[in-house]
């Protein structure tokens, strides 16, 4: 549609290097903020054939979103296109869409509709740009005032000189700056700046006129990550845990009724230079989803969830949806102690022991036969557990890595507070200038009201040679030994142990 002659913009109030929004409409006042735009394919209608393509022609839509911040978008819609060489706008696409990874096609007749030309045009509508257009054209300058408790509006025509650190304007032989008005009137909207990111095909259609065409690209700002709710029972033998896929979109536009599938895996890409434009805007949280229906399959080198109904991701949201419910899922809790690689001794209290941190964890099996069973994508684990009321609490949280089928997970929840490790190292030996002999006490002191065992792991450097242990102990690697220690309730057990060392 080709812009008529009585067609006008309004910017509203405008002071010396500031611009906010105000309608204009036969010459009343309103508080109302509001602009009054055309579609870019409605300015360039006039100079020459252009067809638009928007959300009203779309019949499918497919994301596939990465665990990188990036989408794959597949967009299909149903256009009705002249024959002969013309312009396409595709409208309502990601505001940080990769230009360079866009393809177009009809699927209706690919050989017969080829693309000449493409252009990603991201100058957007704002009443600054708007405002940068016109510096060298005329504008109507709309100023109201009180008259005897009447409202009148005056209004100036005005060349725009400049706009650097506020508005420069010539009216009639005069140059003006600091001028207050409560609106701008254009005269048109520029045919070089869009309401909306918006694609332009220069295409040549030699088939027919309804075609279905299909546009895939990649966009940032769209992203997903896993979170893990580890609900464990009151004896600590026995949990649930249920997996939320959180899905947030800061791409720009809304994906609605769309077939969503999500990739978990490390994914290889180049570095990439984006356009300033791109969103960077505040997340807002949706509602969680009632039903889970991801179905997963192996896919490459990854792992593909696919949502076995349609769903809609709007712009600037976070949304939850279920990935995964397991029952009855069987915990083991774990106290560890870890020893250090340097020497021990206590500087601040010679001949004193250090104290070791006692570490927690719920350690479990991603197996079909433990309630599980599928592929768990990278995430946050929280932990709770019911007390002594039946009151669910937060206990602690951890982060686990991309986990296969029948991998054992560990989730840290934090320190012990009822459990104390010391340590001391009770001799040091040089037997050669090349061997050494070491011996040190751990002691364990519970006080819990039941019994425990404490895994104690020690690095131990060099090729070594245990000479006596207190305990049972496994060689867990070249360098490192450990042992699993008993500590009755409300008891205390000491660990003791002597190695030789050869440098």
């Not at 009148?152 to 600091?178: C, F, K, M, S, Y």
């Not at 600590?236 to 978990?264: C, E, H, I, K």
């Not at 434009?277 to 192996?298: C, G, H, I, S």
Request: charged letters at 20%; aromatic letters at 8%; zero cysteines.
């Amino acid at each position: 549609m080709a812009l008529s002659a009585s067609h006008r913009l309004v910017l509203g109030t405008l002071v010396a290097g500031g611009l906010l929004l105000s309608p204009f409409a036969s010459n009343t006042p309103t508080s109302e903020p509001a602009v009054s735009t055309v579609d870019a394919s409605e300015a360039a209608a006039g100079e020459g054939l252009q067809s638009s393509a928007t959300l009203d022609e779309q019949v499918d839509l497919a994301l596939t979103i990465y665990n990188s911040n990036i989408a794959l978008v597949r967009d299909v819609r149903e256009l009705i296109l002249p024959e002969g060489p013309f312009d396409l706008s595709f409208v309502d696409i990601a505001a940080t869409i990769n230009p360079a990874t866009v393809h177009f096609r009809s699927l209706t007749q690919p050989d017969l509709l080829s693309v000449l030309e493409q252009n990603y045009e991201y100058d957007l509508l704002d009443p600054q740009k708007l405002l940068q257009k016109f510096v060298g054209r005329e504008v109507t300058l709309v100023r109201y005032r009180q008259d005897a408790g009447t409202t009148v509006t005056e209004e100036v025509r005005a060349r725009l000189l400049a706009l650097n650190n506020g508005p420069v304007w010539q009216i009639g032989n005069d140059i003006v700056t600091g001028l207050h008005a409560d609106h701008i009137r254009f005269p048109e909207l520029p045919e070089n700046l869009y309401s909306r990111p918006t694609m332009v095909w220069a295409l040549d259609n030699a088939g027919a006129a309804a075609h279905r065409v299909e546009v895939a690209y990649l966009a940032t700002n769209l992203s997903w990550n896993a979170d893990y709710v580890l609900t464990v029972g009151r004896d600590n033998t026995v949990a649930d845990l249920d997996g939320w896929v959180t899905l947030t979109n800061n791409s720009g536009t809304t994906f609605n009724n769309a077939r969503l599938q999500l990739v978990a895996g490390d994914l290889h890409r180049i570095q990439q230079r984006y356009r300033r434009n791109e969103l960077d805007v505040a997340r807002a949280v949706a509602t969680m989803a009632e039903d889970a229906q991801f179905v997963e399959e192996a896919f490459s080198e990854y792992h593909l969830y696919t949502l076995g109904r349609r769903t809609s991701v709007r712009n600037n949201e976070t949304k939850q949806v279920s990935l995964l419910n397991g029952t009855g899922v069987p915990v083991e809790k774990r106290f560890v102690v870890d020893g250090q690689q340097f020497y021990y001794r206590n500087p601040q209290s010679p001949g004193s022991p250090l104290t070791d941190p006692v570490k927690v964890y719920f350690r479990f099996a991603n197996e079909a036969d433990a309630g599980l069973g599928m592929p768990l994508p990278a995430g946050n684990v929280r932990v709770y557990q019911a007390d002594g009321s039946g009151n669910i609490q937060f206990v602690g949280e951890d982060r686990i890595g991309h986990t296969p089928t029948n991998e054992t997970l560990n989730v840290r929840i934090g320190t012990a507070f009822d459990v104390v490790a010391e340590r001391t190292q009770t001799d040091f030996r040089r037997v050669s200038s090349l061997v050494h002999e070491v011996a040190f006490e751990i002691t364990l002191r519970n006080h819990k009201d039941q019994a425990i065992v404490v895994e104690v792991n020690e690095p131990i450097g060099g090729d070594w040679v245990m000479l006596e242990a207190s305990h049972d102990w496994t060689q867990t690697s070249a360098w490192a030994a450990r042992f699993d220690v008993p500590v009755g309730a409300g008891g205390e057990t000491t660990l003791r142990y002597r190695v030789r060392v050869r440098w």
